[in-house]
């Protein structure tokens, strides 16, 4: 059965006034009061119950006249406990005038005593309800607070909530986290930022600076070589141009996802690493080992990840040396031989423009964007990207693929 909307106005109406303090004070006190009354009310129900009958037994051997000893009833004989007249039974109209009286009296005291109380208990009621709710509402206000100090300056600082275990407790810890996460890619963003801009600004420099010297000469095999300096600083800027563009098509994950034969893919890469020119006047190897492995991505993204990889293995590598890429278990793996490389500084690799050396403008060095792009397009795939070092020199770069449960 579709249930009807119901209107904003009536919904309005609804919600108790002022703030979350004030509601829930009213709602605290409220239910206090409404237990307190029904508490008194019942206590006046009962009493006035078995009232009459309890003032006649007390009163009946006081106005008893003397000689006339009333007969006690069978089923009572012998017994010390006084007679109870009842209600409905005939009595002396001075003992029942005077009963009723007495009972009226009575049930007239005990209501007027019970709203007395019931004033009080609804003042102190409210006070408490409206100490409780602070209290409770305590680390709201902290984390408000918090909230609208922070900026792109102080994101340093945390809430760190002295509280005991709860479920604001836990709010203010995820809301620490989550500032942890924030202050990290604030972190990121900001050096990215100023990487990418020394790097433009220096080939930029490095052009101009060429251009110059070449406008200022008249011979040719200078012109010829500041021509090479050039198209060489050119090509730089267009490989870093595009990685840039490739991290942040990455960084906004991906539009769709199509079986890819992760195996397949690695092979062909891999064959024109083997084949390329680097390769060849390094004396650099490329072995591969591949079962079938199918996975759920961007095949684009994915082709330019294992090149990335293979590429990083290439250019950090040493003459004779090799490079080696399996892929087994959902998990693509490059191991490359090279330099040492301190352990400390791996995790520090997957961030933009982070290099183990600094950059020369050599012929064929990268722009520091390879295992960067590799841990996003990872991340655009669910997948997970981690180095280590290995004992002898060079990398080992694993991407695990999420199982075939989580690609569905």
Same mark, same amino acid.
């Given at each position: 059965?579709?249930?009807?909307? =119901?209107?904003?106005?009536?919904?309005?109406?609804?919600?108790?006034?002022?703030?979350?303090?004030?509601?829930?004070?009213?709602?605290?006190?409220?239910?206090?009061?409404?237990?307190?009354?029904?508490?008194?009310?019942?206590?006046? =129900?009962?009493?006035?119950?078995?009232?009459?009958?309890? +003032?006649?037994?007390?009163?009946?051997?006081?106005?008893?006249?003397?000689?006339?000893?009333?007969?006690?009833?069978?089923?009572?004989?012998?017994?010390?406990?006084?007679?109870?007249?009842?209600?409905?039974?005939?009595?002396?109209?001075?003992?029942?005038?005077?009963?009723?009286?007495?009972?009226?009296?009575?049930?007239?005291?005990?209501?007027?005593?019970?709203?007395?109380?019931?004033?009080?208990?609804?003042?102190?009621?409210?006070?408490?309800?409206?100490?409780?709710?602070?209290?409770?509402?305590?680390?709201?206000?902290? +984390?408000?607070?918090?909230?609208?100090?922070?900026?792109?300056?102080?994101?340093?600082?945390?809430?760190?909530?002295?509280?005991?275990?709860?479920?604001?407790?836990?709010?203010?810890?995820?809301?620490?986290?989550?500032?942890?996460?924030?202050?990290?890619?604030?972190?990121?963003?900001?050096?990215?930022?100023?990487?990418?801009?020394?790097?433009?600004?220096?080939?930029?420099?490095?052009?101009?600076?060429?251009?110059?010297?070449?406008?200022?000469?008249?011979?040719?095999?200078?012109?010829?070589?500041?021509?090479?300096?050039?198209?060489?600083?050119?090509?730089?800027?267009?490989?870093?141009?595009?990685?840039?563009?490739?991290?942040?098509?990455?960084?906004?994950?991906?539009?769709?996802?199509?079986?890819?034969?992760?195996?397949?893919?690695?092979?062909?890469?891999?064959?024109?690493?083997?084949?390329?020119?680097?390769?060849?006047?390094?004396?650099?190897?490329?072995?591969?080992?591949?079962?079938?492995?199918?996975?759920?991505?961007?095949?684009?993204?994915?082709?330019?990840?294992?090149?990335?990889?293979?590429?990083?293995?290439?250019?950090?590598?040493?003459?004779?040396?090799? +490079?080696?890429?399996?892929?087994?278990?959902?998990?693509?793996?490059?191991?490359?031989?090279?330099?040492?490389?301190?352990?400390?500084? =791996?995790?520090?690799?997957?961030?933009?423009?982070?290099?183990?050396?600094?950059?020369?403008?050599?012929?064929?060095?990268?722009?520091?964007?390879?295992?960067?792009?590799?841990?996003?397009?990872?991340?655009?795939?669910?997948?997970?990207?981690?180095?280590?070092?290995?004992?002898?020199?060079?990398?080992?770069?694993? =991407?695990?693929?999420?199982?075939?449960?989580?690609?569905?």
């Amino acid at each position: 059965m579709r249930r009807l909307p =119901v209107p904003r106005a009536l919904r309005d109406r609804v919600r108790l006034p002022g703030g979350e303090r004030t509601r829930l004070t009213l709602l605290y006190g409220g239910l206090l009061v409404l237990a307190g009354a029904m508490l008194i009310g019942l206590v006046n =129900v009962l009493v006035g119950q078995g009232l009459y009958m309890t +003032i006649s037994t007390a009163v009946a051997p006081a106005t008893s006249r003397p000689g006339d000893a009333p007969e006690p009833s069978p089923a009572i004989a012998g017994s010390a406990v006084p007679t109870r007249v009842p209600r409905d039974q005939s009595a002396p109209d001075p003992l029942k005038a005077f009963t009723q009286a007495a009972e009226q009296a009575a049930q007239h005291r005990l209501l007027t005593i019970s709203l007395i109380a019931l004033a009080a208990f609804a003042v102190l009621s409210v006070a408490l309800a409206w100490w409780m709710a602070g209290r409770v509402l305590r680390p709201v206000g902290v +984390i408000t607070r918090t909230a609208r100090r922070l900026s792109g300056e102080n994101l340093h600082e945390r809430i760190a909530l002295d509280a005991p275990a709860g479920e604001l407790k836990q709010l203010a810890d995820t809301f620490d986290e989550m500032l942890d996460r924030i202050e990290h890619l604030v972190g990121a963003q900001k050096r990215f930022a100023a990487n990418a801009a020394h790097e433009l600004r220096t080939s930029l420099a490095v052009q101009r600076a060429a251009a110059e010297i070449g406008l200022a000469t008249s011979d040719p095999q200078a012109v010829a070589r500041i021509r090479s300096k050039l198209i060489e600083v050119a090509d730089s800027s267009e490989r870093l141009i595009e990685g840039l563009l490739l991290l942040s098509v990455s960084d906004q994950g991906l539009e769709h996802r199509e079986p890819v034969a992760l195996d397949e893919l690695t092979g062909s890469v891999a064959a024109e690493h083997t084949a390329s020119q680097r390769a060849r006047d390094h004396g650099i190897t490329v072995r591969t080992e591949t079962s079938p492995v199918t996975v759920q991505g961007d095949p684009v993204l994915l082709v330019h990840l294992v090149r990335n990889l293979l590429g990083n293995a290439l250019r950090y590598n040493q003459d004779g040396g090799h +490079i080696t890429v399996t892929v087994h278990g959902r998990v693509l793996e490059v191991a490359n031989s090279g330099p040492l490389v301190p352990p400390e500084t =791996v995790p520090y690799l997957f961030e933009p423009f982070r290099r183990l050396e600094e950059r020369r403008h050599g012929p064929g060095e990268g722009a520091g964007l390879g295992l960067s792009i590799v841990a996003s397009i990872a991340r655009a795939h669910d997948a997970r990207a981690t180095a280590e070092a290995n004992p002898d020199g060079g990398l080992t770069v694993r =991407v695990a693929f999420p199982d075939p449960k989580g690609d569905e």
